[in-house]
């Protein structure tokens, strides 16, 4: 059983920026890829940014792509999101996720383990 556990979400000015963090417990191979996903108010879940621990490989929704950055430290087994030159449109709670397997894919590893979420709420 993998537990995921975000932080660093808050209020931020457009232009902003904040690092969101996700700490995995329950063991490296059940969290080898992780993901970030973001809800907004009457709308679905949408991918944001997913890292391979075995690879180093990342990929980005077009949304976010030159704004963000996922990292992860794989000794505190955490991952990290980066967002920069925020923007109202990224207002949003923000979940981690993590898979066992993955395909060609990061966006669409089968996600099975998912944190409570985080708040980001940009101001205009």
Do not use: H
Request: with cysteine; charged share 15%.
């Amino acid at each position: 059983q993998v537990q995921l556990v975000e932080s660093g979400g808050g209020l931020v000015q457009a232009g902003g920026s904040l690092r969101l963090s996700c700490a995995a417990s329950g063991g490296i191979y059940s969290s080898g890829y992780m993901g970030w996903f973001r809800q907004a108010p009457g709308k679905e879940r949408e991918f944001v940014a997913a890292i391979s621990r075995w690879s180093g490989g990342t990929a980005y929704a077009d949304s976010v792509k030159g704004r963000a950055t996922i990292s992860r430290d794989n000794a505190k087994n955490t991952v990290y999101l980066q967002m920069n030159s925020l923007k109202p449109e990224d207002t949003a709670v923000y979940y981690c996720a993590a898979s066992v397997s993955c395909g060609s894919y990061l966006q669409n590893c089968p996600y099975t383990y998912w944190g409570q979420g985080t708040q980001v709420t940009v101001s205009s």
